[in-house]
């Protein structure tokens, strides 16, 4: 049952949810046809979503429940769910009712369509299962090892007494922490080149051209696109090219080298399928591509995030610093980043869900065609759920798990993010060095409003902060 507000609940109002939730009620069963519709052009809609994300969804939220229909692309029907019971039944339905490839298209421009990604039902089933290995276990083990001195280096060549925005510092620290993930040891002649290349590339996620599908454009509309400069397609898809191609690159060394390794190209080299085959160089590809997109923007985004909360409430960092100190374990920073993931997901709306089958969600009868899109930032500040959703209160996560169903920074379900744990170790590591190492002021007094960066939300100005060396390590020092 859904009670996360007086229009959702209050059935046959204008406007609300056509659901009757009272307890008294009869269950009833309404198409998805008759859930509201957000009464505003398709173009606002969607620089509402671009531009101020937040005040869109949380104005929705009041106005039309926990359930209501948004129009971004056209003739696609894209229902925004929000409700705990909702969620969780989105996640446990069958393989074979809902699939997510369908709708990573927004990002095909960067992953291609043969990653896991795009994959549903038993091809999804046994690719994730074949690359979980560069994922847990002992690699996991080895690229912790990599996060915390990544970390270290990093953030002591980050700029001191000057005001920065932390982004690009944060992005260039995933980014070199996700290429421990792909490579390990076996690091490819090209790393270098690559990694400028990849930074390079992933800079028009800041550009508002990034959200349109132009890659689905005809040839001719698609010169234009490249003819005007300003947009930034023409340098992006250049070099797009010039990263595949040392991609593919890095694997043929690598697979004339045959090293072994629990890193994901050493993984995908060592896949042999049911029927014998191996994956394409494009699937390995395609896999790659896809974490320099995913792997590095969503934590990148995290860092920034955990900044600007910390810096507004000195009495976490001091409490934070004394768990540091005392170094018996890291309860409290543990629930810290749970609570800033719950504030600020990355990814506030998870990948959508195309209804292949007709399914039955809360009381609501979907159709093929009609697509899920559940969203973390409504479900992760909704007061029925959390207490004065909108305070930063890491205590709320002392001694607690988040529920699958009521955090979902990482998604859920079988398509639950694979790198959700070296995300947790980076946001540690980060958190651990700057606060050890660094005191910390914000530049703007006022909160920084979210801003989107292709599949995630950034603090609008990068989280722009101060640096300094932190006195109280000075003295010690000195001491």
Avoid at 225 to 230: A, T
Avoid at 365 to 394: I, K, T, V
Avoid at 422 to 433: G, H, I, P, S, Y
């Amino acid at each position: 049952m859904d009670h996360s507000s007086k229009a959702h609940d209050a059935a046959g109002t204008s406007g609300g949810c056509p659901i009757d939730h009272s307890s008294a009620a009869p269950r009833e069963v309404v198409p998805s046809t008759a859930l509201p519709a957000v009464d505003m052009p398709r173009l606002k809609q969607v620089l509402s979503i671009w531009a101020r994300p937040e005040p869109y969804l949380k104005k929705c939220r009041a106005t039309y429940g926990s359930r209501f229909r948004v129009t971004i692309i056209p003739g696609v029907p894209l229902y925004v769910i929000s409700a705990p019971e909702d969620v969780k039944q989105m996640f446990l339905a069958p393989r074979d009712v809902l699939h997510t490839g369908s709708s990573n298209t927004p990002i095909e421009k960067w992953t291609g369509q043969n990653g896991l990604a795009w994959l549903d039902e038993e091809e999804h089933t046994a690719r994730r299962r074949s690359v979980m290995p560069s994922f847990r276990g002992d690699a996991l083990k080895r690229v912790q090892q990599e996060v915390v001195r990544l970390a270290k280096e990093e953030v002591a060549s980050w700029p001191r007494e000057r005001a920065v925005s932390v982004h690009p510092f944060a992005h260039r620290y995933t980014t070199k922490v996700i290429l421990e993930v792909l490579f390990g040891e076996h690091r490819p002649a090209c790393e270098d080149e690559m990694f400028r290349e990849v930074m390079k590339m992933l800079e028009f996620n800041s550009r508002p051209a990034t959200m349109r599908p132009f890659h689905l454009l005809p040839a001719w509309k698609m010169t234009w696109m490249r003819l005007f400069r300003p947009n930034g397609v023409h340098d992006f898809l250049t070099r797009r090219e010039r990263v595949r191609a040392m991609v593919n690159e890095a694997i043929d060394e690598r697979a004339r080298s045959g090293a072994p390794g629990d890193d994901l190209l050493g993984v995908m080299l060592g896949i042999r399928n049911e029927d014998g085959s191996t994956p394409t160089r494009e699937e390995m590809r395609d896999e790659i591509m896809t974490q320099f997109l995913a792997g590095t923007e969503t934590t990148a985004s995290a860092i920034c995030w955990a900044l600007e909360f910390l810096t507004r409430h000195p009495h976490v960092v001091e409490r934070l610093r004394a768990e540091i100190e005392e170094g018996a374990g890291d309860t409290y920073l543990t629930a810290v980043v749970h609570e800033v993931l719950r504030l600020a997901p990355p990814i506030q709306q998870i990948v959508p869900r195309e209804v292949v089958k007709p399914v039955e969600i809360g009381g609501v009868r979907y159709q093929p065609g009609d697509r899920l899109w559940a969203s973390a930032y409504l479900l992760n500040r909704d007061e029925h759920n959390y207490p004065e959703p909108d305070e930063f209160r890491p205590e709320r996560f002392l001694g607690v798990k988040p529920a699958s169903h009521t955090w979902i920074p990482f998604g859920g379900g079988h398509t639950r993010c694979l790198g959700d744990r070296v995300a947790l170790m980076e946001l540690k590591a980060t958190l651990t060095e700057i606060l050890t190492t660094c005191d910390v002021e914000r530049v703007d007094a006022a909160p920084e409003s979210a801003h989107s960066r292709t599949v995630v939300n950034i603090p609008r100005n990068g989280a722009r902060m101060v640096f300094r060396p932190r006195k109280v390590r000075a003295e010690a020092a000195t001491a």
